[in-house]
């Protein structure tokens, strides 16, 4: 990656962290560091040739503007999570590891889980991002990993990321055509009936909102 590709994904990363009120508490926050550590760590990727997919507010960027992130979100598997021993591990289950390099925050989602491998292999591509090729998701793969998290977000009562998530959905199917009911039979294969009922409402809910906006839009 580039220096400059680098540092523009660190300036995203960096104005999140430095806006969000909780962060300036203790006063220890160095924005300059962050941006660094932006550059460093895909420095690192490139070199050890880590096989990696930008997912999450960053790779949503290359497609809408506007979204806000504090972190890096990749898919990777367990055997390159291995190749970075200078991640510092905060909190891992079997599908999630969250990590820290230096000051930056990294959510890695682990292809041992069958959806994450599908989106990793079948819905992904090298774009030109920010100056620089990067394999990102697809619309279709941001979609699904999304779409895919709703229920337990639900579950979990998480109303602010469940907000975040279903605007995500919303401004994607709003700005591209998306053969919605492959994508939900394809994710249909990796929830349970509930889930996948659940799911299936949001989406109509958001496809409703959007014709409602269009056509008062006119």
Request: aromatic share 10%; charged share 25%.
């Amino acid at each position: 990656m580039t220096i400059q590709s680098s540092v523009q994904i660190g300036n995203v990363i960096r104005n999140a962290v430095v806006f969000n009120v909780k962060n300036w508490l203790g006063g220890t926050m160095n924005s300059d560091s962050l941006i660094q550590s932006v550059q460093d760590f895909f420095a690192v990727l490139e070199q050890r040739k880590i096989d990696y997919v930008l997912v999450g507010g960053i790779a949503i960027l290359h497609y809408v503007e506007g979204r806000n992130t504090q972190d890096l979100d990749l898919l990777m598997a367990v055997s390159s999570l291995e190749k970075l021993p200078e991640l510092k591990v905060s909190d891992q289950d079997s599908n999630f590891v969250r990590a820290n390099y230096n000051e930056l925050q990294i959510d890695v989602l682990l292809t041992q889980n069958p959806l994450f491998k599908k989106v990793h292999k079948e819905y992904s591509k090298v774009q030109r991002f920010l100056d620089r090729d990067i394999p990102l998701a697809t619309v279709e793969g941001l979609l699904l990993l999304k779409l895919y998290a709703l229920p337990s977000l639900y579950r979990q009562g998480n109303f602010a990321r469940v907000g975040i998530y279903e605007n995500d959905i919303a401004t994607l199917l709003h700005y591209y055509q998306t053969d919605m009911p492959s994508l939900l039979s394809e994710l249909s294969k990796y929830v349970n009936e509930n889930d996948f009922a659940e799911i299936k409402g949001v989406v109509s809910d958001i496809q409703n909102r959007i014709k409602r906006f269009k056509n008062e839009s006119r």
